[in-house]
């Protein structure tokens, strides 16, 4: 079945950028969203379709995907946004919902 | 505001089955273009796509859990189950339920856009 591959932990200083990636075979023919997770809360959809935001997501977060590789995009990082992040698409030959292993986001 | 709420026993003996209802409001489960889901996430682990269900009753469920897993949908409730059955200790976990959004392209495609608190059913004797 199909694999998403992301890096267990990012790092970041408050005000830089944060680029998470997800890695899978022509992710990029796929469509690809992203949920932020904080502890002990819900999964939060940050991003869908590759690179749209839902209403009362900030501008801040940003997706693309290409070729093997989508990366959810976080600029002018704050402190709130620590959090683990999740890929997610669906593999249509299997019929079923896949989710990367998901990536630790460390505000340093 | 759509709102989903998970209920059911928190724990569950090895062997037996697990049970959880998810109940909708502030919408309807027969809304057409969306399915019903069940994730959960095992202690300090990643999340685990379950299965879906659409109001007519059509279901997707995950090829690792298929055999063991059913969901089933209540419109006249607004609400959608899950039971799993056999259970051991690998199962314990949070069970979320979740809209998905169906998005019709040259094939179908699902994601998550509205999800519940969530609720923690542990497997043990």
């Known amino acids: 079945s199909y694999v998403l591959t992301q890096p267990p932990s990012v790092s970041v200083a408050p005000g830089q950028t944060a680029r998470i990636t997800c890695g899978g075979n022509?992710?990029?023919?796929?469509?690809v969203h992203w949920y932020q997770q904080k502890p002990g809360q819900a999964p939060v959809l940050v991003v869908y379709?590759?690179?749209d935001r839902p209403s009362g997501i900030p501008e801040r977060f940003s997706g693309s995907n290409s070729g093997n590789t989508a990366t959810l995009t976080i600029s002018r990082v704050e402190a709130g946004d620590e959090a683990d992040y999740y890929c997610?698409?669906?593999?249509?030959?299997?019929?079923?919902?896949?989710f990367g292993g998901g990536t630790k986001l460390t505000v340093l | 505001q759509l709102q989903l709420q998970e209920s059911g026993p928190g724990l569950v003996k090895p062997s037996e089955t697990l049970s959880l209802t998810c109940t909708v409001s502030?919408?309807?489960?027969?809304?057409?273009?969306?399915?019903w889901g069940w994730i959960r996430q095992p202690p300090g682990k990643g999340l685990e796509w379950i299965g879906s269900?659409?109001?007519?009753?059509?279901?997707y469920y995950n090829p690792s859990l298929k055999s063991r897993v059913t969901i089933s949908v209540d419109t006249s409730k607004n609400q959608f189950s899950l039971k799993l059955s056999s259970v051991t200790a690998a199962d314990t976990a949070v069970y979320y339920c979740?809209?998905?959004?169906?998005?019709?392209?040259?094939?179908?495609?699902?994601?998550?856009?509205?999800w519940g608190k969530g609720t923690t059913v542990t497997v043990s004797s």
């Open positions: 979740a809209r998905l959004i169906a998005v019709a392209g040259p094939y179908y495609y699902y994601y998550m856009d509205v």
């Open positions: 502030g919408g309807s489960i027969s809304s057409s273009s969306y399915y």
């Open positions: 269900i659409y109001y007519s009753g059509s279901t």
């Open positions: 022509n992710i990029g023919s796929k469509s």
């Open positions: 379709d590759d690179s």
């Open positions: 997610q698409v669906w593999d249509s030959s299997s019929v079923h919902v896949v």
